[in-house]
Each structure stands twice: as C-alpha cells, then as structure tokens.
T-cell receptor, first 114, second 112 residues
Framework: NAGVTQTPKFQVLKTGQSMTLQCAQDMNHEYMSWYRQDPGMGLRLIHYSVGAGITDQGEVPNGYNVSRSTTEDFPLRLLSAAPSQTSVYFC?????????????FGPGTRLTVL | EDKVVQSPLSLVVHEGDTVTLNCSYEVTNFRSLLWYKQEKKAPTFLFMLTSSGIEKKSGRLSSILDKKELFSILNITATQTGDSAIYLCAVRSNSGYSTLTFGKGTMLLVSP
C-alpha cells in the first residue's frame, strides 16, 4: 500500500514550457486534491475531484488544468509555466466519512520556473 | 469564504519550554478542525476536533476546540528539538465537497 505518490520530486522549467505533475493513490479514495504551498501563504487549493470524471476549481486554479479519468490518478497540467508557479505542489486524497476525516498527502513536487 | 488565521506566524523557544499555538476560524457550516505537523515534506496528521471542550492528547501534544469562540489551541509541553516544524491548522465544512481550508501555519523552532 503505497498511499499517495507524486512524480517528479523536483522539476525545473523555463517560462512557457508545459508539463504534467503526476499523482496516484492506491487507497481507492474518491476525493483527490491539488494544493500549492508558498512561503507565508500556507496551503492553497488549486483543483479537486470528488470522483472519476468530476473535477472542480479551488482557490487558485488559473494556469492549471486537471482531469480524473480513473479513481487512482489525478494529474495536474501546467499549460504554459510562469515564474509565479514556482512552488511546492502537494496532492492529497481522502474518502468521505473516513474515520479520521483527514487527507493523506503525497510527498510533494518542488517546481521552479525560470 | 472560509478563513483560518494562525498565530503566531513564527516562534522560537528553548528546549523544555511549553508553547501554545493558536488557530481562529470562520467557516460556513463547521464540521471539523484539524492540526498537522509539517517538517521537511508533506504534512502529517496530528488531531481532529469536532466538539467543544474535549481535549485531544497525544504524548506531549494536546489540543482543544472552542466552537463558541471559533478557535483552537495546540499545546506542546516539554518541547524538544524534534518538535521544530510548521504547524498547520485546517477547517473542514459540511458544504459540498467540504475541502480543507488551511491557515498559513506557525513555524516553531526549538533551540537546544
């Protein structure tokens, strides 16, 4: 049981490049989310999904796309990277009504956009 | 819009001290408040609180919720250098997906 996995761990992009951050979970969780964490800003929700085929915007969705074709995977796409997207990205999953009512976080991806 | 405010934003204490971290919140249709500890990587879960006045305790850490005054505190007694971390407070509402809204965190540094 790997929990929530994210790849890559580190990435450097040039402005304008595109890339996909991968997130997968093997706990059969329905809910998955993407957060970004910036110094002094806490964790901010980018996009989330309540199940396969269903996604919605969070607090800071601009510049990011998501899709959820399977329960396990929830990739985050940067279409045209900007320096403002330099951040640490966390993927999380949870199951409604889970005993601890908490989210399980992946290890994070540190992204630098030059 | 749901809001979580943590204070202080940063704190430096000596080993052995007791610290209190604060979290106040405004949320529509409150469901739960969660505390996380974040060291170098992803946040790890500490406590979940749903009812007022009930203390959750784990070793030297404890937390309590006041639903009337809309705040929670996290206490750490006899601090150790391993307690140095960012402590995150988050609230979950009963609305829709009930996403977590996080505060900005308190950075705690425990010096030897």
């Amino acid at each position: 049981n790997a929990g929530v996995t994210q790849t890559p761990k580190f990435q450097v992009l040039k402005t304008g490049q595109s890339m996909t951050l991968q997130c997968a979970q093997d706990m059969n969780h329905e809910y998955m989310s993407w957060y970004r964490q910036d110094p002094g800003m806490g964790l901010r929700l980018i996009h989330y999904s309540v199940g396969a085929g269903i996604t919605d915007q969070g607090e800071v969705p601009n510049g990011y796309n998501v899709s959820r074709s399977t329960t396990e995977d929830f990739p985050l796409r940067l279409l045209s990277a900007a320096p403002s997207q330099t951040s640490v990205y966390f993927c999380a999953s949870s199951s409604p009504g889970a005993p601890l009512d908490t989210q399980y976080f992946g290890p994070g991806t540190r992204l630098t956009v030059l | 819009e749901d809001k979580v405010v943590q204070s202080p934003l940063s704190l430096v204490v000596h080993e052995g001290d007791t610290v209190t971290l604060n979290c106040s919140y405004e949320v529509t249709n409150f469901r739960s408040l969660l505390w996380y500890k974040q060291e170098k990587k992803a946040p790890t879960f500490l406590f979940m609180l749903t009812s007022s006045g009930i203390e959750k305790k784990s070793g030297r850490l404890s937390s309590i919720l006041d639903k009337k005054e809309l705040f929670s505190i996290l206490n750490i007694t006899a601090t150790q250098t391993g307690d140095s971390a960012i402590y995150l407070c988050a609230v979950r509402s009963n609305s829709g997906y009930s996403t977590l809204t996080f505060g900005k965190g308190t950075m705690l540094l425990v010096s030897p």
